[in-house]
């Protein structure tokens, strides 16, 4: 079973920044919050990792809660490219394999 | 460039026949990964592979098969035990340090069941 819940969808008007949480309340200290998209028929790609503190990239920002329980992925201007099922996931030991849930749906509305 | 390969793009089985999905990556990654997407669904883990010579079941191994002759390589059998084959199929491929993990996909590939 996954180890995060998302939730199954969230529209999101294009221009304006999508907010997409994720709850990971049985992280352990060791292990990073990842976040992955997928785009209708490709494979997943890449988004943003952190352990605990916020991270930013070219793509998106990952806010992490004090505790680490959950975690938000802020895409601070979506398009209409960014429709595509976003993925949490936290690493398991040794990184061994990714257990992927079903994710959240974001629909950018022009 | 560097990235993952996989081949063919879209592949059809007949009833009782194996199949083999290629994945080839030039990243240099000591890790490689296949997983299987249902419509709807996420991805399911189904055979990993560390090392060269070394593989070990994901969570759904049964009616698969791999090999790992190459660091390159981690080729799929669908094997005719495999009864609901009808799937999308990711190969991916990570570093494998021990405390950070970026897994890279390629492209996937659509099995169809005649």
């Known amino acids: 079973d996954a180890k995060t819940t998302q939730p199954p969808s969230m529209d999101c008007a294009e221009g304006r920044a999508a907010n997409l949480p994720c709850n990971h309340s049985t992280i352990s200290g060791n292990e990073y919050v990842y976040w992955y998209r997928q785009i209708h028929s490709q494979g997943p790609q890449y988004i943003i990792h952190g352990l605990k503190n916020n991270e930013t990239n070219e793509m998106a920002s990952l806010i992490i809660t004090e505790d680490r329980k959950s975690s938000t992925l802020i895409l601070p201007h979506a398009t209409l490219r960014d429709t595509a099922v976003y993925y949490c996931?936290?690493?398991?030991?040794?990184?061994?394999?990714?257990?992927f849930g079903k994710g959240t749906r974001l629909h950018i509305l022009p | 460039d560097g990235g993952i390969t996989q081949s063919p793009k879209y592949l059809f089985r007949k009833e009782g026949q194996n199949v083999t999905l290629s994945c080839e990556q030039n990243?240099?990654?000591?890790?490689m990964y296949w997983y299987r997407q249902d419509p709807g669904q996420g991805l399911r883990l189904i055979y990993y592979?560390?090392?060269?010579?070394?593989?070990q079941k994901g969570d759904i191994a049964e009616g698969y098969s791999v090999s790992r002759e190459k660091k390159e390589s981690f080729p799929l059998t669908v094997t005719s035990a495999q009864k609901n084959p009808t799937a999308f199929y990711l190969c991916?491929?990570?570093?494998?340090?021990?405390?950070?993990?970026?897994?890279?996909f390629g492209p996937g590939t659509r099995l169809l069941v005649l």
């Open positions: 991916a491929s990570s570093r494998g340090d021990y405390l950070v993990e970026t897994q890279y």
């Open positions: 990243l240099n990654h000591d890790a």
């Open positions: 592979s560390q090392i060269v010579n070394d593989f």
């Open positions: 996931i936290v690493m398991l030991d040794r990184g061994d394999k990714i257990i």
